[in-house]
C-alpha cells in the first residue's frame, strides 16, 4: 500500500487532478468535484445525502456531534479499532464506553452492547472490523438508540441479509487514508437518510456556516472540508471500487479454501460480503499470534500479531493521562457507579485477541493465486512447525 504497486491510482486519478488544477478552483465551498462525489456516494448506497470531510477521524466527529451527545453522555464502542473511533467522542465531552468482543471476528458482541447500555447511553459507534459486518441494527431500534456506523475498514460490507454497511443505522462513516481500499491519501465520507443529521454535519465541517446566505455561524463547527483535489482523486477511486473489493472477495476465498483443513486455524466467513481490508486469522492454543506471526515475517509475509498492540480502553489516553489541560473531563463525569471500564482486565475477550490469537494478513486487490497460494504455504509451515 505504500507505492503505487499496491495501489489503484493511474491515469483515471491523474487526469482528475489535472482537471482540478485547471479549473483554478481547489476548495470545495465553490468547487464542484466534492459535491459531484457526495452524490456518487449517496446514489450508490441508496441513501438521500453524504457530506464528505478531511479524514474518517472527522467523517466520525461529524457523525458524533450530530447525535448530540450531552457533556458526560455515553457512547457505546469497541475496544479493538482504530483510535479514530473514539478520539471524536472525547473531543464532543462525551464518554467512550468499550464492550467486549466476539472471539472469532472481534467484532463487538450485540448482548454485551446491550449490556453497555445506560441511562446515558446515546450512540452505539459499531465498527465492522477488518470489512466484516457487525449486525448491531436490532439492539440499536430495540433502545432507541442511534448506531453510527464505522465503515472506515467496510467498504461495501453487506449484512447478511444483503444491505449495505453504512446504511443500517443513522449514519455511516468511511476513510478514504492510505490504507484503505481507496484513496486520495486522507479523506472522509458520511451518509445519511437522516435531513437534520445530514445538515448538522454539513454545518458541523464547515464552521456552522450555512454558506447559502448570509455570513452567519448557526452552530459549533470546525473546518473539515474535503479539497477538490483530494475529491476529484476521490471520484475516480470511488469508481474503481467495486472492482477492488471483487479483487479482494476473490483472492480471499482462495486463502480461506486453501487453509480450510488447518486445525487450530479460524477463518472469516461469509467471504462475498467481507470487504477483506485485512485477512483475519483467530489462532487457537497453542499455537500464539506472536510466534506465528515472527515466522511469516521470517518468510516474507506481511502479517502482524493482534492489530493493535494493546485494545483501546488499555490506551494511556484513557488511562491517566489528561484529556483536556490537567483534568480528565469528561471522564470524570459519570457517577461513581458508572464509572467506565478502562485498563487491563476489563474486556477479557479483547485482550486475549490482541495478546494471543489474532493474526492479521495485510490483503490487498492486487494479489495473484501465486501470492495467496505463497501466503498459504507459509501460514500452513508456520503453524504446523
Ligand atoms: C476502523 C477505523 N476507524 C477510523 C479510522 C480513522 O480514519 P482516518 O485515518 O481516515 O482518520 C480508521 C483508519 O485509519 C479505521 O480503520
Request: hydrophobic share 45%; proline share 7%.
Given at each position: 500500500?505504500?507505492?503505487?504497486?499496491?495501489?489503484?491510482?493511474?491515469?483515471?486519478e491523474i487526469e482528475a487532478v489535472t482537471r482540478v488544477i485547471r479549473s483554478g478552483m481547489l476548495n470545495s465551498?465553490w468547487g464542484s468535484e466534492?459535491?459531484?462525489?457526495?452524490?456518487?456516494?449517496?446514489?450508490?448506497?441508496?441513501?438521500?445525502?453524504?457530506?464528505?470531510?478531511?479524514?474518517?477521524?472527522?467523517?466520525?466527529?461529524?457523525?458524533?456531534?450530530?447525535?448530540?451527545?450531552?457533556?458526560?453522555?455515553?457512547?457505546?464502542?469497541?475496544?479493538?479499532?482504530?483510535?479514530?473511533?473514539?478520539?471524536?467522542?472525547?473531543?464532543?465531552?462525551?464518554?467512550?464506553?468499550?464492550?467486549?468482543?466476539?472471539?472469532?471476528?472481534?467484532?463487538?458482541?450485540?448482548?454485551?452492547?446491550?449490556?453497555?447500555?445506560?441511562?446515558?447511553?446515546?450512540?452505539?459507534?459499531?465498527?465492522?472490523?477488518?470489512?466484516?459486518?457487525?449486525?448491531?441494527?436490532?439492539?440499536?431500534?430495540?433502545?432507541?438508540?442511534?448506531?453510527?456506523?464505522?465503515?472506515?475498514?467496510?467498504?461495501?460490507?453487506?449484512?447478511?441479509?444483503?444491505?449495505?454497511?453504512?446504511?443500517?443505522?443513522?449514519?455511516?462513516?468511511?476513510?478514504?487514508?492510505?490504507?484503505?481500499?481507496?484513496?486520495c491519501?486522507?479523506?472522509?465520507?458520511?451518509?445519511?437518510?437522516?435531513?437534520?443529521?445530514?445538515?448538522?454535519?454539513?454545518?458541523?465541517?464547515?464552521?456552522?456556516?450555512?454558506?447559502?446566505?448570509?455570513?452567519?455561524?448557526?452552530?459549533?463547527?470546525?473546518?473539515?472540508?474535503?479539497t477538490e483535489l483530494a475529491g476529484a482523486v476521490?471520484?475516480a477511486?470511488?469508481?474503481?471500487?467495486?472492482?477492488?473489493?471483487?479483487?479482494?472477495?476473490?483472492?480471499?476465498?482462495?486463502?480461506?479454501?486453501?487453509?480450510?483443513?488447518?486445525?487450530?486455524?479460524?477463518?472469516?466467513?461469509?467471504?462475498?460480503?467481507?470487504?477483506?481490508?485485512?485477512?483475519?486469522?483467530?489462532?487457537?492454543?497453542?499455537?500464539?499470534?506472536?510466534?506465528?506471526?515472527?515466522?511469516?515475517?521470517?518468510?516474507?509475509?506481511?502479517?502482524?500479531?493482534?492489530?493493535?498492540?494493546?485494545?483501546?480502553?488499555?490506551?494511556?489516553?484513557?488511562?491517566?493521562?489528561?484529556?483536556?489541560?490537567?483534568?480528565?473531563?469528561?471522564?470524570?463525569?459519570?457517577?461513581?457507579?458508572?464509572?467506565?471500564?478502562?485498563?487491563?482486565?476489563?474486556?477479557?475477550?479483547?485482550?486475549?485477541?490482541?495478546?494471543?490469537?489474532?493474526?492479521?494478513?495485510?490483503?490487498?486487490?492486487?494479489?495473484?493465486?501465486?501470492?495467496?497460494?505463497?501466503?498459504?504455504?507459509?501460514?500452513?509451515?508456520?503453524?504446523?512447525?
Open positions: 500500500m505504500v507505492d503505487a504497486s499496491g495501489r489503484t491510482l493511474g491515469a483515471e465551498v466534492v459535491r459531484a462525489l457526495e452524490r456518487e456516494m449517496a446514489a450508490y448506497h441508496g441513501v438521500a445525502h453524504a457530506v464528505a470531510c478531511s479524514s474518517g477521524t472527522a467523517a466520525l466527529h461529524l457523525a458524533v456531534a450530530a447525535v448530540a451527545p450531552e457533556p458526560g453522555d455515553e457512547i457505546i464502542t469497541s475496544p479493538i479499532s482504530d483510535f479514530g473511533t473514539v478520539a471524536p467522542i472525547l473531543a464532543q465531552n462525551a464518554v467512550p464506553v468499550f464492550a467486549d468482543v466476539d472471539p472469532h471476528t472481534g467484532n463487538l458482541d450485540p448482548e454485551a452492547v446491550a449490556a453497555a447500555i445506560g441511562p446515558r447511553t446515546r450512540a452505539i459507534l459499531g465498527v465492522h472490523l477488518f470489512g466484516a459486518a457487525v449486525d448491531l441494527r436490532a439492539v440499536a431500534a430495540a433502545h432507541g438508540i442511534p448506531l453510527i456506523e464505522d465503515c472506515a475498514q467496510a467498504w461495501l460490507t453487506r449484512y447478511p441479509d444483503g444491505q449495505l454497511a453504512g446504511t443500517g443505522g443513522a449514519i455511516g462513516c468511511f476513510s478514504l487514508q492510505q490504507w484503505k481500499h481507496i484513496t491519501g486522507d479523506g472522509g465520507l458520511t451518509i445519511t437518510s437522516d435531513t437534520v443529521l445530514a445538515r448538522r454535519m454539513r454545518l458541523f465541517a464547515d464552521k456552522g456556516w450555512p454558506r447559502e446566505g448570509a455570513r452567519r455561524h448557526e452552530s459549533l463547527g470546525l473546518n473539515y472540508r474535503m476521490a471520484r477511486q470511488f469508481a474503481k471500487l467495486p472492482g477492488v473489493v471483487a479483487a479482494r472477495r476473490q483472492s480471499a476465498q482462495r486463502l480461506v479454501e486453501a487453509l480450510s483443513d488447518l486445525p487450530g486455524v479460524h477463518l472469516p466467513s461469509g467471504v462475498g460480503a467481507h470487504a477483506w481490508w485485512l485477512f483475519p486469522v483467530v489462532l487457537g492454543p497453542p499455537l500464539t499470534n506472536q510466534e506465528v506471526a515472527g515466522k511469516l515475517a521470517a518468510a516474507g509475509i506481511p502479517a502482524r500479531a493482534g492489530y493493535l498492540d494493546e485494545p483501546l480502553h488499555c490506551a494511556p489516553a484513557l488511562n491517566g493521562t489528561p484529556v483536556y489541560g490537567s483534568s480528565r473531563y469528561p471522564l470524570t463525569v459519570p457517577p461513581a457507579d458508572r464509572l467506565p471500564a478502562y485498563g487491563r482486565g476489563a474486556f477479557p475477550v479483547a485482550e486475549r485477541l490482541v495478546d494471543q490469537s489474532l493474526l492479521v494478513i495485510d490483503w490487498n486487490e492486487r494479489y495473484t493465486d501465486a501470492h495467496v497460494d505463497e501466503i498459504a504455504h507459509a501460514v500452513r509451515a508456520a503453524v504446523s512447525s
